[in-house]
């Protein structure tokens, strides 16, 4: 089966540019979307469409994509983007939904 | 306001059943694919079903085929799961997401506040 995939973890100093990387086979092929998720709450859409931001969500996250790449940048870390983040994407097909396994962004 | 609240969730046995809901509102149910994700325990998210606006169109993950059955009411804009045959790695956090699928890509919107099924004697 298709699978993406994240590094675990991320650590990042207040007002520095955090990246989180997401590797798939069929990523030059499909779109990407990244999610935030906090301790206890629902994931939250940050970036869709690899780069587009939803209206409400800080300028500092952006999206980028290069082959089989796609990466968030948050730019200006703050304390509160210390959270989970999760790529998705689809199959070569477009079919089936796949997301990667996570990174735990620290905000140290 | 979209809001999406699931309900059903709880304690049940190997092998037993269970059936969730998702009610949605602030939108035009019948005009969007809806989706449910879940989230074991400390896990990551995983993509579980999927249904078209009009129910013709569904989809499932490896794992879940032929024990879970996704359906959806569009006069009670309603969606549901219906869990079958359920294991203890069927334990986890099931959200309900609004589903914003069309020709060329696929992303979740809108979630819920999720419910918890616990598998477990």
């Known amino acids: 089966s298709y699978e993406l995939t994240q590094p675990p973890s991320v650590s990042v100093s207040p007002g520095q540019t955090a990246r989180i990387a997401c590797f798939g086979d069929?990523?030059?092929?499909?779109?990407a979307y990244w999610y935030q998720q906090k301790p206890g709450q629902a994931p939250v859409l940050v970036i869709y469409?690899?780069?587009e931001r939803p209206s409400g969500i800080p300028e500092r996250f952006s999206g980028s994509s290069s082959g089989t790449t796609v990466t968030l940048t948050i730019s200006g870390v703050q304390a509160e983007d210390e959270a989970d983040y999760y790529c998705?994407?689809?199959?070569?097909?477009?079919?089936?939904?796949?997301f990667g396994g996570g990174t735990k962004l620290t905000v140290l | 306001e979209v809001q999406l609240v699931e309900s059903g969730g709880g304690l049940v046995q190997p092998g037993g059943s269970l059936r969730l809901s998702c009610a949605a509102s602030?939108?035009?149910?019948?005009?969007?694919?809806m989706t449910w994700v879940r989230q074991a325990p400390g896990k990551g998210l995983e993509w579980v079903a999927n249904i078209r606006e009009d129910g013709s169109e569904k989809y499932y993950v490896d794992s879940v085929k032929g024990r879970f059955t996704i359906s959806r009411e569009n006069a009670k804009k309603s969606l549901y799961l219906q869990m079958n045959s359920l294991r203890a790695d069927d334990t986890a956090v099931y959200y309900c997401?609004?589903?914003?699928?069309?020709?060329?890509?696929?992303?979740?919107?809108?979630w819920g506040q999720g419910t918890l099924v616990t598998v477990s004697s």
């Open positions: 997401a609004r589903d914003q699928r069309f020709s060329g890509y696929e992303y979740f919107d809108y």
């Open positions: 602030g939108f035009t149910f019948s005009n969007y694919w």
């Open positions: 998705q994407s689809a199959d070569t097909s477009g079919t089936y939904v796949v």
């Open positions: 469409k690899d780069s």
């Open positions: 069929a990523l030059p092929k499909q779109f």
